[in-house]
């Protein structure tokens, strides 16, 4: 008896550990219990951004550790990353610095801007613009500074203290965007 209740005791501690290390381990993400979440360089990845975006008739290498965005409460993204833009035309460099996308209708200083693909910039003067990927303006709005900004980085997305209002920065220049209803 004793030689079986030690086999039993293995067997078991043996099929315990088997079925627990085959759970599915995923947690759920906190978009998924309603909120809304910021993400940083770390979370963007090629599944849910691509590595070479295109623009203006070529494709450039996105910089992942120059990117962020918000995944929102319904599974739906606002998504931002540098890009390479060695290859362009010098007027389009200094306009594009980054791709955008969205896809939930955006408010970006009183301005409304539809869920798409673009191409956006932090201009000299305190603007920021936003191009179709055929490099035409969309919409263009006052950009601010932030001098307090602790680490600045090229690009990065934010919370601000007002609940659903983000802010994307390149270095200390952001401007603040919200989800339109």
Known sequence: MSRFAKY?????????????????????????????VVLTAAD???????????????????????????????????????????????GIKEKYQAYLLNEVTLEIAGQTLKPGAYGIGFLAGGKFVVMDLGANDVLQAASQKDAELKR????????????????????????EFRRAH
């Open 152 to 175: 600045p980085v090229p690009l990065q997305v934010i919370a601000t203290a007002t609940a659903g209002t983000y802010r994307l920065c390149a270095g200390r220049d952001y401007v």
């Open 44 to 90: 963007i990845t090629p599944k849910i951004f691509p590595e070479r975006v295109f623009f203006r008739g070529q494709s450039a290498p996105v910089q992942f550790r120059n990117s962020g965005g918000v995944h929102f409460a319904d599974d739906l993204y606002v998504l931002a990353g540098m890009v390479d833009s060695s290859g362009y035309s010098t």
């Open 8 to 36: 039993l005791v293995f067997f078991g501690v043996l099929l315990l550990t088997f079925s627990t290390r085959y759970l599915p381990t995923t947690m759920a993400s906190p978009a998924a219990e309603g909120k809304e």
